[in-house]
Protein backbone atom coordinates (compact mmCIF):
# COMPACT_ATOMS: atom_id res chain seq x y z
CA UNK A 1 0.00 0.00 0.00
CA UNK A 2 2.54 2.13 1.02
CA UNK A 3 4.54 1.28 -1.93
CA UNK A 4 2.33 1.99 -3.99
CA UNK A 5 1.48 5.61 -2.87
CA UNK A 6 5.02 6.14 -3.06
CA UNK A 7 5.13 4.96 -6.67
CA UNK A 8 2.06 7.43 -7.56
CA UNK A 9 3.69 10.28 -5.99
CA UNK A 10 7.02 10.04 -8.11
CA UNK A 11 4.71 9.01 -10.99
CA UNK A 12 2.89 12.60 -9.97
CA UNK A 13 6.47 14.46 -9.28
CA UNK A 14 7.28 12.77 -13.28
CA UNK A 15 4.50 14.13 -14.57
CA UNK A 16 5.03 17.43 -12.59
CA UNK A 17 8.59 17.89 -13.89
CA UNK A 18 7.91 17.03 -16.96
CA UNK A 19 5.01 19.70 -17.70
CA UNK A 20 7.44 22.25 -16.00
CA UNK A 21 10.43 21.54 -17.77
CA UNK A 22 8.21 21.29 -21.02
CA UNK A 23 6.90 25.13 -20.47
CA UNK A 24 10.23 26.06 -19.56
CA UNK A 25 11.38 25.06 -22.83
CA UNK A 26 7.97 26.57 -24.69
CA UNK A 27 8.69 29.88 -22.71
CA UNK A 28 12.42 29.75 -24.39
CA UNK A 29 10.70 30.34 -27.49
CA UNK A 30 13.73 29.11 -29.23
CA UNK A 31 12.85 25.57 -30.02
CA UNK A 32 14.89 22.56 -30.28
CA UNK A 33 17.66 24.39 -32.48
CA UNK A 34 18.14 27.10 -28.97
CA UNK A 35 19.08 23.95 -27.46
CA UNK A 36 21.62 22.81 -30.23
CA UNK A 37 22.79 26.22 -30.34
CA UNK A 38 23.19 26.66 -26.12
CA UNK A 39 25.51 23.82 -26.88
CA UNK A 40 23.88 20.69 -25.16
CA UNK A 41 25.75 17.29 -25.32
CA UNK A 42 22.57 14.92 -24.21
CA UNK A 43 19.16 15.16 -25.20
CA UNK A 44 16.88 16.65 -22.14
CA UNK A 45 14.66 14.40 -20.67
CA UNK A 46 11.47 15.88 -22.28
CA UNK A 47 12.70 14.65 -25.34
CA UNK A 48 13.40 10.98 -24.41
CA UNK A 49 11.03 8.71 -26.02
CA UNK A 50 10.20 4.66 -24.98
CA UNK A 51 11.85 2.07 -26.33
CA UNK A 52 8.59 0.77 -27.55
CA UNK A 53 8.60 4.03 -30.13
CA UNK A 54 12.28 4.02 -30.97
CA UNK A 55 12.09 0.59 -31.10
CA UNK A 56 13.98 -0.60 -34.97
CA UNK A 57 14.22 3.13 -35.56
CA UNK A 58 17.87 2.86 -36.64
CA UNK A 59 17.50 -0.50 -38.44
CA UNK A 60 14.61 -0.28 -40.86
CA UNK A 61 14.11 -0.88 -44.33
CA UNK A 62 15.18 -4.44 -45.16
CA UNK A 63 15.39 -3.23 -49.08
CA UNK A 64 12.72 -5.52 -49.86
CA UNK A 65 10.46 -2.86 -50.40
CA UNK A 66 10.42 0.35 -52.15
CA UNK A 67 7.47 3.51 -52.02
CA UNK A 68 7.07 3.56 -55.96
CA UNK A 69 7.75 6.67 -57.98
CA UNK A 70 5.24 7.76 -60.35
CA UNK A 71 6.52 9.78 -63.66
CA UNK A 72 4.02 12.61 -64.58
CA UNK A 73 5.97 13.25 -67.94
CA UNK A 74 3.58 13.62 -70.77
CA UNK A 75 0.30 13.15 -68.81
CA UNK A 76 -1.08 15.70 -70.93
CA UNK A 77 -0.33 15.24 -74.03
CA UNK A 78 -0.09 11.18 -74.21
CA UNK A 79 -3.74 10.03 -73.42
CA UNK A 80 -2.10 6.20 -72.80
CA UNK A 81 0.65 7.50 -70.79
CA UNK A 82 -1.93 9.23 -68.71
CA UNK A 83 -3.89 5.97 -67.96
CA UNK A 84 -0.92 4.17 -66.97
CA UNK A 85 -0.17 6.91 -64.48
CA UNK A 86 -3.75 7.39 -63.56
CA UNK A 87 -3.27 3.27 -62.66
CA UNK A 88 -0.04 3.55 -60.87
CA UNK A 89 -1.65 6.04 -58.86
CA UNK A 90 -4.19 4.42 -57.89
CA UNK A 91 -2.34 1.44 -56.97
CA UNK A 92 0.26 3.70 -54.88
CA UNK A 93 -3.03 5.24 -52.63
CA UNK A 94 -4.78 2.02 -52.30
CA UNK A 95 -1.81 -0.12 -51.06
CA UNK A 96 1.18 2.39 -49.60
CA UNK A 97 -0.77 5.51 -49.33
CA UNK A 98 2.21 6.95 -50.42
CA UNK A 99 4.62 7.85 -53.80
CA UNK A 100 7.13 9.59 -54.71
CA UNK A 101 6.78 11.95 -58.18
CA UNK A 102 9.56 12.90 -60.47
CA UNK A 103 8.95 15.48 -63.91
CA UNK A 104 6.22 16.97 -61.63
CA UNK A 105 7.47 20.71 -63.46
CA UNK A 106 8.51 22.42 -60.43
CA UNK A 107 11.85 23.08 -61.07
CA UNK A 108 15.19 21.72 -58.90
CA UNK A 109 15.84 25.15 -58.54
CA UNK A 110 13.05 26.14 -57.06
CA UNK A 111 13.32 22.98 -54.74
CA UNK A 112 16.50 23.69 -53.53
CA UNK A 113 16.01 27.48 -52.96
CA UNK A 114 13.19 26.33 -50.99
CA UNK A 115 14.71 23.97 -48.63
CA UNK A 116 17.80 26.89 -48.00
CA UNK A 117 14.77 29.18 -46.70
CA UNK A 118 14.01 26.75 -44.18
CA UNK A 119 17.70 26.40 -43.68
CA UNK A 120 17.79 29.92 -43.11
CA UNK A 121 14.50 30.96 -40.81
CA UNK A 122 15.62 28.09 -38.07
CA UNK A 123 19.42 28.99 -38.59
CA UNK A 124 18.54 33.38 -38.07
CA UNK A 125 18.90 34.57 -34.87
CA UNK A 126 16.92 33.53 -31.99
CA UNK A 127 15.63 36.84 -31.54
CA UNK A 128 14.31 37.36 -35.25
CA UNK A 129 12.44 33.86 -34.63
CA UNK A 130 11.19 34.83 -31.93
CA UNK A 131 8.40 36.96 -33.03
CA UNK A 132 6.58 34.76 -34.98
CA UNK A 133 6.56 32.33 -31.85
CA UNK A 134 2.95 31.06 -31.16
CA UNK A 135 0.43 28.48 -30.37
CA UNK A 136 -2.34 30.17 -31.78
CA UNK A 137 -3.73 27.83 -34.48
CA UNK A 138 -6.27 30.52 -35.65
CA UNK A 139 -3.34 32.55 -37.06
CA UNK A 140 -1.52 32.60 -40.82
CA UNK A 141 1.83 32.30 -39.68
CA UNK A 142 3.20 30.73 -36.87
CA UNK A 143 6.51 28.92 -35.44
CA UNK A 144 6.86 26.60 -32.68
CA UNK A 145 8.24 23.46 -31.27
CA UNK A 146 6.16 20.50 -31.13
CA UNK A 147 2.48 22.05 -31.99
CA UNK A 148 1.09 18.67 -29.52
CA UNK A 149 3.98 19.13 -26.72
CA UNK A 150 1.73 19.36 -24.10
CA UNK A 151 -0.24 16.50 -25.09
CA UNK A 152 2.22 13.70 -25.87
CA UNK A 153 4.47 12.16 -23.04
CA UNK A 154 8.05 12.96 -24.88
CA UNK A 155 8.55 15.72 -27.24
CA UNK A 156 9.72 15.25 -30.91
CA UNK A 157 13.37 17.08 -32.12
CA UNK A 158 11.84 19.20 -34.02
CA UNK A 159 10.99 22.95 -34.46
CA UNK A 160 8.11 24.18 -37.38
CA UNK A 161 7.29 26.98 -39.08
CA UNK A 162 3.24 27.09 -40.15
CA UNK A 163 1.88 29.38 -42.75
CA UNK A 164 -1.14 29.52 -44.63
CA UNK A 165 -0.89 29.82 -48.18
CA UNK A 166 -4.50 29.31 -49.46
CA UNK A 167 -6.87 30.44 -49.85
CA UNK A 168 -5.64 33.80 -48.98
CA UNK A 169 -2.16 34.52 -49.68
CA UNK A 170 -0.80 35.90 -46.88
CA UNK A 171 0.70 39.59 -47.23
CA UNK A 172 4.39 39.50 -47.82
CA UNK A 173 5.33 41.30 -44.57
CA UNK A 174 3.75 38.82 -42.71
CA UNK A 175 6.16 36.23 -43.69
CA UNK A 176 9.56 36.20 -42.39
CA UNK A 177 11.97 38.37 -44.82
CA UNK A 178 14.16 35.55 -45.17
CA UNK A 179 11.77 32.86 -47.14
CA UNK A 180 9.18 35.19 -48.01
CA UNK A 181 9.65 35.03 -52.07
CA UNK A 182 10.65 31.84 -51.93
CA UNK A 183 7.09 30.51 -49.99
CA UNK A 184 5.28 32.64 -52.13
CA UNK A 185 6.65 31.26 -55.53
CA UNK A 186 7.12 27.30 -54.16
CA UNK A 187 3.34 27.60 -53.00
CA UNK A 188 1.74 29.00 -56.40
CA UNK A 189 3.83 25.88 -58.20
CA UNK A 190 2.55 22.93 -55.28
CA UNK A 191 -1.12 24.11 -55.74
CA UNK A 192 -0.80 23.72 -59.16
CA UNK A 193 0.93 20.31 -59.07
CA UNK A 194 -1.76 19.66 -55.97
CA UNK A 195 -4.77 20.30 -58.56
CA UNK A 196 -3.01 17.64 -61.46
CA UNK A 197 -2.77 15.06 -58.27
CA UNK A 198 -6.70 15.43 -57.47
CA UNK A 199 -7.50 15.16 -61.18
CA UNK A 200 -5.53 11.85 -61.20
CA UNK A 201 -7.01 11.00 -57.90
CA UNK A 202 -10.40 11.81 -59.23
CA UNK A 203 -9.54 9.47 -62.51
CA UNK A 204 -8.13 7.00 -60.03
CA UNK A 205 -11.26 7.01 -58.04
CA UNK A 206 -13.06 6.46 -61.68
CA UNK A 207 -14.83 10.19 -61.06
CA UNK A 208 -14.57 13.18 -63.42
CA UNK A 209 -11.36 14.98 -63.48
CA UNK A 210 -12.79 17.79 -61.66
CA UNK A 211 -14.53 15.84 -58.81
CA UNK A 212 -11.93 16.55 -55.65
CA UNK A 213 -11.15 20.35 -57.13
CA UNK A 214 -14.86 20.41 -57.09
CA UNK A 215 -14.87 19.51 -53.79
CA UNK A 216 -12.48 21.94 -52.89
CA UNK A 217 -10.01 19.60 -51.71
CA UNK A 218 -7.08 21.68 -53.53
CA UNK A 219 -9.04 25.09 -52.20
CA UNK A 220 -6.56 26.06 -49.29
CA UNK A 221 -2.94 25.12 -48.65
CA UNK A 222 -0.82 25.51 -45.53
CA UNK A 223 3.02 24.97 -45.61
CA UNK A 224 4.74 23.11 -42.69
CA UNK A 225 8.71 24.67 -42.78
CA UNK A 226 10.17 21.71 -40.84
CA UNK A 227 13.57 21.93 -38.92
CA UNK A 228 15.29 18.94 -37.39
CA UNK A 229 18.67 20.15 -35.78
CA UNK A 230 21.20 17.50 -35.39
CA UNK A 231 20.57 15.61 -32.72
CA UNK A 232 23.26 14.33 -29.90
CA UNK A 233 21.65 11.56 -28.64
CA UNK A 234 19.18 10.27 -32.16
CA UNK A 235 18.75 6.73 -30.16
CA UNK A 236 16.94 8.43 -27.47
CA UNK A 237 14.21 10.62 -29.46
CA UNK A 238 12.33 11.17 -32.51
CA UNK A 239 12.08 13.96 -34.89
CA UNK A 240 8.51 13.50 -35.89
CA UNK A 241 6.74 10.32 -34.03
CA UNK A 242 4.43 7.89 -35.82
CA UNK A 243 1.03 9.92 -37.15
CA UNK A 244 -1.11 10.00 -40.39
CA UNK A 245 -1.72 13.38 -41.58
CA UNK A 246 -5.11 15.02 -40.63
CA UNK A 247 -5.72 17.10 -44.40
CA UNK A 248 -6.04 15.76 -47.80
CA UNK A 249 -3.70 15.64 -49.41
CA UNK A 250 -0.10 15.86 -48.43
CA UNK A 251 2.88 17.07 -50.95
CA UNK A 252 6.15 16.86 -49.31
CA UNK A 253 9.64 18.39 -49.70
CA UNK A 254 12.53 16.59 -48.09
CA UNK A 255 16.28 17.46 -48.29
CA UNK A 256 19.22 14.54 -49.06
CA UNK A 257 19.18 13.92 -45.39
CA UNK A 258 16.80 11.11 -44.86
CA UNK A 259 14.82 10.14 -42.06
CA UNK A 260 11.28 9.35 -43.35
CA UNK A 261 9.62 6.36 -43.02
CA UNK A 262 5.87 4.77 -43.48
CA UNK A 263 4.62 2.30 -42.16
CA UNK A 264 3.98 -0.32 -44.61
CA UNK A 265 2.65 -4.00 -44.04
CA UNK A 266 3.18 -3.94 -40.66
CA UNK A 267 7.54 -2.59 -41.13
CA UNK A 268 8.77 0.87 -41.05
CA UNK A 269 10.01 1.93 -44.68
CA UNK A 270 12.48 4.42 -45.42
CA UNK A 271 11.08 7.12 -48.03
CA UNK A 272 14.88 7.51 -49.20
CA UNK A 273 15.78 10.87 -50.98
CA UNK A 274 15.58 11.17 -54.43
CA UNK A 275 17.13 14.44 -56.10
CA UNK A 276 14.17 16.49 -57.83
CA UNK A 277 11.65 14.31 -56.75
CA UNK A 278 8.25 15.13 -54.09
CA UNK A 279 6.65 12.60 -52.04
CA UNK A 280 3.00 12.52 -52.21
CA UNK A 281 0.71 10.85 -49.27
CA UNK A 282 -3.20 10.50 -48.79
CA UNK A 283 -3.82 12.10 -45.69
CA UNK A 284 -7.30 11.38 -43.38
CA UNK A 285 -9.84 12.82 -45.27
CA UNK A 286 -9.43 11.80 -48.55
CA UNK A 287 -9.47 8.55 -46.73
CA UNK A 288 -12.63 9.41 -45.70
CA UNK A 289 -14.08 10.68 -48.68
CA UNK A 290 -13.26 7.79 -50.70
CA UNK A 291 -14.89 5.45 -47.98
CA UNK A 292 -11.59 4.04 -47.20
CA UNK A 293 -10.45 3.43 -50.61
CA UNK A 294 -7.45 5.47 -50.28
CA UNK A 295 -5.22 4.73 -47.83
CA UNK A 296 -3.87 7.53 -45.29
CA UNK A 297 -0.68 5.87 -43.95
CA UNK A 298 1.08 6.29 -40.85
CA UNK A 299 5.05 7.70 -41.25
CA UNK A 300 7.65 9.12 -38.87
CA UNK A 301 10.87 11.05 -38.79
CA UNK A 302 13.54 9.42 -36.74
CA UNK A 303 16.16 11.88 -35.41
CA UNK A 304 19.56 11.64 -36.82
CA UNK A 305 23.13 13.14 -35.36
CA UNK A 306 23.92 13.95 -38.93
CA UNK A 307 23.31 17.87 -39.23
CA UNK A 308 20.32 19.31 -39.81
CA UNK A 309 17.48 18.13 -41.73
CA UNK A 310 14.57 20.62 -43.38
CA UNK A 311 11.65 19.51 -45.33
CA UNK A 312 8.45 21.23 -46.18
CA UNK A 313 4.97 19.06 -45.63
CA UNK A 314 2.23 21.12 -48.13
CA UNK A 315 -1.09 20.18 -46.79
CA UNK A 316 -4.18 20.46 -48.54
CA UNK A 317 -7.06 21.60 -46.59
CA UNK A 318 -8.89 25.19 -45.86
CA UNK A 319 -7.51 25.97 -42.39
CA UNK A 320 -8.44 29.81 -42.43
CA UNK A 321 -11.01 31.14 -42.81
CA UNK A 322 -13.10 27.77 -42.08
CA UNK A 323 -15.15 26.12 -44.42
CA UNK A 324 -18.42 25.21 -44.13
CA UNK A 325 -18.39 22.43 -46.24
CA UNK A 326 -19.62 19.05 -44.98
CA UNK A 327 -17.41 15.74 -45.89
CA UNK A 328 -18.28 12.30 -46.23
CA UNK A 329 -18.11 9.67 -48.17
CA UNK A 330 -18.60 10.37 -52.00
CA UNK A 331 -21.70 9.57 -53.57
CA UNK A 332 -20.78 8.14 -56.62
CA UNK A 333 -18.22 5.31 -54.98
CA UNK A 334 -21.00 4.24 -52.65
CA UNK A 335 -23.72 1.55 -53.55
CA UNK A 336 -26.09 -1.24 -51.40
CA UNK A 337 -22.66 -3.37 -51.92
CA UNK A 338 -20.36 -0.21 -50.13
CA UNK A 339 -22.56 1.49 -47.93
CA UNK A 340 -21.05 4.96 -46.80
CA UNK A 341 -18.45 4.23 -43.42
CA UNK A 342 -18.01 7.44 -42.25
CA UNK A 343 -20.14 10.51 -40.77
CA UNK A 344 -20.03 13.59 -42.60
CA UNK A 345 -18.05 16.15 -40.95
CA UNK A 346 -16.32 19.95 -41.08
CA UNK A 347 -13.02 20.02 -42.13
CA UNK A 348 -13.03 22.28 -38.84
CA UNK A 349 -14.19 19.52 -36.92
CA UNK A 350 -11.80 16.72 -38.12
CA UNK A 351 -8.80 18.51 -37.67
CA UNK A 352 -9.70 19.72 -33.74
CA UNK A 353 -10.47 16.16 -33.07
CA UNK A 354 -6.98 14.99 -34.70
CA UNK A 355 -5.18 17.96 -32.93
CA UNK A 356 -6.73 16.98 -29.21
CA UNK A 357 -5.79 13.80 -29.94
CA UNK A 358 -1.91 13.61 -31.50
CA UNK A 359 -0.50 11.93 -28.35
CA UNK A 360 2.30 10.38 -31.26
CA UNK A 361 1.32 6.65 -30.39
CA UNK A 362 -0.57 5.92 -33.33
CA UNK A 363 -4.46 5.84 -32.90
CA UNK A 364 -6.13 7.41 -35.33
CA UNK A 365 -8.86 9.99 -35.51
CA UNK A 366 -10.23 8.41 -37.97
CA UNK A 367 -12.04 5.59 -35.92
CA UNK A 368 -14.23 8.58 -33.94
CA UNK A 369 -16.25 9.30 -37.32
CA UNK A 370 -16.83 5.68 -38.63
CA UNK A 371 -20.51 4.70 -38.52
C1 LIG B 1 4.41 16.10 -41.37
C2 LIG B 1 5.42 15.10 -41.74
C3 LIG B 1 7.65 14.64 -42.53
C4 LIG B 1 8.93 15.33 -42.76
O1 LIG B 1 4.76 17.31 -41.27
O2 LIG B 1 3.24 15.72 -41.19
O3 LIG B 1 5.11 13.95 -41.77
O4 LIG B 1 9.75 14.77 -43.50
N1 LIG B 1 6.65 15.53 -42.05
O5 LIG B 1 9.15 16.40 -42.19
NI1 LIG C 1 2.98 13.77 -41.76
Known amino acids: ???FSRDEAHEKTQKYDRMREKKAFDESKAGVKGLVDAGITEVPRIFVDHPENLQSALASSNGHFHVPIVDLADIVKDPSRRKEVVNEVRSAS??????????????????????????RFHEQGAEEKRRFYSRDFTTSV?????????????????????CVMAPNAPEAEDLPAVCRDIMLEFSKRVMNLGITLFELLSEALGLKPNHLKDMECAKG????????????????????????????????LQDHVGGLQVLYQNQWIDVSPVPGALIVNIGDLLQLISNDIFKSSEHRVVANNMGPRASVACFFYTATPPSPKLYGPIKELISEGDPPKYRETTIMEYVSHFSANAKGDGTSALQQFKL
Open 1 to 3: MEV
Open 94 to 119: KTWGFFQVVNHGIPTTVLEEMLDGVR
Open 142 to 162: AYHSNFNLYKTEAANWRDTLF
Open 221 to 252: LVLLNQYYPKCPQPELTMGTSRHTDSDFLTVL
